[in-house]
């Protein structure tokens, strides 16, 4: 990559933004990867109720031999890059080139937006529930109302539920006079002019191209998508051997998994 080596301009370097990590809240690290690639998931399943007898040797009922499921969950993803920053170059572009800022620049804007679409990947492609509809903002309160009375059926709690939006819905949502007239949010929304919860649930407006094709939104619960990083590390290395300058490196282990036994805790709604 050529560069610009500056002459008469200010020391300063056109950052472009940003957005950090969205999908932080919708999924969790509760299991161990210390020391091992492979974390391995038992469901145990439930009986039936049965009338108490009150005679006969099986007064209880019969009973039912509960045979756990078992889910494999390996890390996959084991990604790096490097790049280097010659001293004549440092020099040349008035200094705007350190190594550390640069590191920070590369996980900002590739590390961290890697992972985000990795695991809205998994999460929509794990989900037990789906419905595609095109939105509008005559409909885009009633579809989200739909998703949230969905994972109440499915008995998922409701702390702990998120919602990762696209901006076309947040569009939609809040055009909608259905979701103005009655959401307590959207009343305060008026004079603020920002959305924090709809009827409960913390709404996250995340990039279009953080979501695979199609998806409007994904209303999850946290506890449905294991996402660990069980690897993250970044070095600087200067004048390492062959390179006046600096070197880095960066290496991430990390992965997301949709549990078997709460895959109904994840609703993805397509537009048609």
């Not at 969205?22 to 020391?35: F, K, P």
Request: proline share 5%; glycine share 6%; charged share 20%.
């Amino acid at each position: 990559m050529a560069i610009n080596f500056a002459e008469k301009y200010a020391a300063q370097v056109d950052e472009r933004f940003a957005t950090g990590s969205l999908t932080a809240a919708a999924v969790n690290n509760a299991y161990d990867w210390a020391g091992v690639n492979t974390v391995y998931v038992y469901s145990i399943p439930t009986v039936a109720m049965s009338d108490y007898e009150m005679s006969g040797a099986s007064r209880y009922g019969v009973p039912s031999e509960l045979d756990a499921g078992t889910q494999t969950m390996t890390l996959r993803k084991d990604r790096a890059f490097t790049f280097s920053i010659d001293r004549r170059s440092f020099e040349s572009a008035m200094m705007t080139q350190e190594a550390g800022k640069a590191l920070s620049r590369q996980i900002d804007e590739v590390v961290v937006p890697e992972i985000e679409v990795y695991r809205i990947a998994q999460m929509t492609g794990g989900a037990g529930l789906k419905k595609t509809l095109a939105v509008t903002p005559a409909n885009a309160y009633d579809c989200f109302l739909e998703a949230v009375n969905a994972l109440t059926e499915a008995k998922v709690p409701p702390a702990g539920r998120v919602a990762l939006v696209t901006p076309r819905f947040y569009k939609a949502i809040k055009l909608d006079p259905s979701f103005m007239r009655s959401c307590d949010t959207a009343q305060a929304m008026l004079i603020t002019g920002q959305v924090g919860l709809v009827d409960g649930v913390p709404l996250i407006l995340a990039p279009s191209s953080y979501f695979p094709a199609g998806v409007g939104f994904v209303l999850t619960h946290s506890s449905a998508t294991a996402a660990p990083v069980k690897l993250c590390e970044y070095k600087i290395h200067d004048n390492p051997p062959g390179i006046n300058g600096w070197l880095v490196e960066g290496r991430v282990v990390y992965d997301a998994f949709v549990l078997d036994s709460k895959k109904n805790g994840i609703y993805v709604h397509y537009e048609a």
